[in-house]
């Protein structure tokens, strides 16, 4: 039974580009959320989503937008990369009205 | 008062010690306080959880101390093992929608265990 996929596992990026993550959740679950880990910090909420509607967004600016597709896949987009957007991101799935995050092994990207 | 403020932020303990990490919230609208371990290069794993309806839960060598009262909740680690090297989140979440809520998360404790 395979967990949370994430890809790509590692991205180097230029200020002012965008980029795009994907993941899979983990089978039987349909609802995916989005952290942020930047280095020797705990992670940060960015959003969350249920039925292809993003249903709980945290503090972060327009440039992060997301979707969700009718298998429960979600991707993560950034627009307009800033050297600050470097992190660790991680998707986290799980069954709606049952709670219990199974995490990915996350995104390292690089902005420079 | 979304924060959740962990301590310490590392910890050195000997192979059969005991470890022990606090947390303190402020909204006491939060209900649901798990703990995460995570190893290097890999995501958060679920620990143990708690709600404030009990003030203790075990699971095995790991045990979750609560005060609501005082706002805070700790992790034990009894036996350490070289093997619990990682490091250690507590989190917070309201179930306000009943659903998969979000959560807010410490700062990160690195625990080192010595052979």
């Known amino acids: 039974d395979a967990g949370v996929t994430q890809s790509p596992t590692h991205l180097i990026k230029t200020r002012g580009q965008q980029v795009t993550l994907r993941c899979s959740p983990k089978?039987?679950?349909?609802?995916v959320s989005w952290y942020q880990q930047a280095l020797g910090q705990g992670p940060q909420f960015i959003f969350q989503?249920?039925?292809?509607?993003?249903?709980q967004r945290g503090n972060f600016p327009d440039r992060f937008s997301g979707h969700q597709f009718p298998n429960y896949s979600s991707e993560l987009n950034v627009n307009a990369l800033l050297l600050g957007d470097s992190a660790l991101y991680l998707c986290a799935s799980s069954l709606n009205l049952v709670g219990g995050y199974t995490f990915g092994s996350g995104t390292r990207l690089t902005v420079v | 008062q979304q924060q959740v403020k962990q301590s310490p932020q590392s910890l050195i303990v000997q192979k059969g010690g005991i470890s022990i990490i606090n947390c303190a919230y402020e909204?006491?609208?939060?209900?649901?306080f798990p703990w995460y371990q995570q190893f290097p290069g890999k995501g958060p794993a679920l620990l143990i959880a708690i709600r404030p309806d009990v003030s203790e839960k075990k699971e095995g060598r790991f045990t979750i101390s609560f005060n609501k009262s005082a706002k805070q909740f700790s992790l034990h680690i009894m036996d350490s093992q070289p093997g619990d090297s990682a490091t250690y989140f507590c989190?917070?979440?309201?179930?306000?929608?009943?659903?998969?809520?979000?959560?807010?998360f410490g700062k990160g404790t690195k625990l080192t265990v010595n052979p």
């Open positions: 089978s039987g679950h349909d609802t």
């Open positions: 989503y249920y039925e292809e509607e993003e249903r």
């Open positions: 909204n006491t609208a939060f209900d649901y």
């Open positions: 989190a917070a979440s309201m179930s306000s929608w009943g659903g998969s809520e979000k959560l807010v």
